[in-house]
């Protein structure tokens, strides 16, 4: 492909946009609704986990930060396999019939951002603990009620740990590919139509279509910025 | 304020996990192969058929290997595949309940046009991989144990070649798509289905180079997954999408399917 290629799909990429490309669109909505659902469940499960592990005292708290951190980086394509074994009709979890559907995916996305989100609290929660400990001891806060106390007062820091949990999810391919199938209409979302057109060598629309997942993510990213600059102007 | 906003998510979270799971009242999950989906062909017909039955046929593209994997494990309800030998194996071992012919296409052989072995002189499809061998000139592989990977180890054989491990053999690992990005970028030989090549848009300087060999002849079959040792295999609808689609009406649906004026398959009916 020549640089010709990369205007092409600018260009491709502006028309799909303005066109509102019903299936484009489509695609698109399927990727916010998987993702931003992954997003919202990780986020229950990974900012208070990561909370826990910034303020609790108990053995192996350290080897579970390392834990957390290291899974920040995990391989979306491994989660992609397990899930796929775990939910496959042969697997444990084959009853529920879960496999190649957008259920699938969105439980290979929880899996994927939960430790994202966990480190990134972990360490906004612990510098914040740092602070405040004394002042919770003499209060005689138990162990909950600051890990309660400490994500409310980290709530505007804590937006990047959702942010960084979005984004993951929004832009792996490795394990909605895997445990979605890439179905036409049914589990083919933006990551997996990139892939796909990439396959059948149509690269300028592959580029137009990885600029529209691009913009997707800066405009969710702007709008939490704004939503964060009201909340914190409006609450504090 | 922030319970409030928990609790919200929660509820919100929940409603559409349900509003996810909710799937058509009949469709079917058929495992198939990259060429049938990268073609074009299933777009063409898969609408034909749920017009007529309402069933929405859904398809996840896979190397043959895999394919037929998903349907070992009971993924799949049908299989739309091309390896004869590892679909009889299939239906022997009890993972599929039969198998029906569908259609056939051919494989080509493509490469780079100033054709470095010249293969285009070559007296059949195995003297052209042989002039290839000979030549040591760049072959990419599939590597993936799909049906093309197959008939390719397949030619191989036939003439006495063991390429693994040659500096000029390349394994993908991959399907027909990216193999071919390869072959492109690489200015490489690689054996292909007529199909997904004639919808491959970056073809750079590759070219068909040799076709037309009886032996390329590559036909697709349809099985059903055994409902005997998979119980949630939607037996009745899965049926009546094969056979439909090895019908007259099947037929003339796949034969109607063309590309630039050229027809991809041709029903084996």
Known sequence: ?236 | MANGILKRLVAAAALSLVALGAAAADSITLASTTSTEQSGLFGHILPIFQKKTGIEVKVVALGTGQALDVGRRGDADALLVHDRAKEDAFVAEGYGAYRKNVMYNDFVIVGPTEDPADIKTAKDAGDAFKKIADGGKAFVSRGDRSGTHSAEQRFWKAVDVNPVGQTWYKEAGAGMGPTLNMAAGMGAYTLTDRGTWANFKNRQGLAILYSGDPKLFNPYGAILVNPERHPHVKKALAETFINWITSDEGAAAIASYKLGGEQLFFPMK
């Open chain 1, 1 to 236: 492909m020549s640089t010709g290629g990369v205007g092409t799909a600018f260009g491709e990429a502006l028309s799909l946009i303005l066109a509102f490309d019903h299936q484009v669109l489509d695609i698109a909505l399927l990727s916010l609704r998987v993702s931003g659902l992954a997003v919202a469940i990780g986020l229950l499960i990974g900012l208070p986990a990561g909370a826990c592990l910034a303020v609790g005292r108990f053995r192996g708290k350290q080897t579970l930060a390392v834990i957390a951190n290291g899974f920040m980086g995990l391989p979306s394509v491994v989660v992609g396999v397990v899930v796929y074994l775990l939910l496959s009709r042969s697997g444990p979890l084959g009853d529920f019939g879960l496999l190649y559907t957008p259920s699938a995916m969105v439980i290979a996305q929880i899996v994927l951002v939960v430790p994202l989100m966990a480190a990134i609290s972990r360490q906004v929660v612990e510098d914040a603990w740092r602070q405040y400990a004394e002042e919770f001891n003499a209060m005689r806060f138990t162990w909950s009620q600051s890990v309660r106390t400490l994500l409310h007062d980290c709530r505007y820091s804590l937006f990047v740990a959702v942010l960084a949990g979005l984004g993951r999810a929004m832009s792996e391919v490795g394990a909605v590919m895997i445990v979605g199938g890439n179905i036409d209409r049914s589990t083919r979302v933006m990551t997996t139509s990139i892939a796909l057109e990439t396959s059948k060598g149509d690269l300028p629309l592959a580029i137009a279509l990885g600029l529209v997942l691009i913009a997707m993510i800066l405009l969710l990213n702007g709008l939490a910025f704004v939503v964060r600059n009201w909340a914190m102007r409006r609450y504090s």
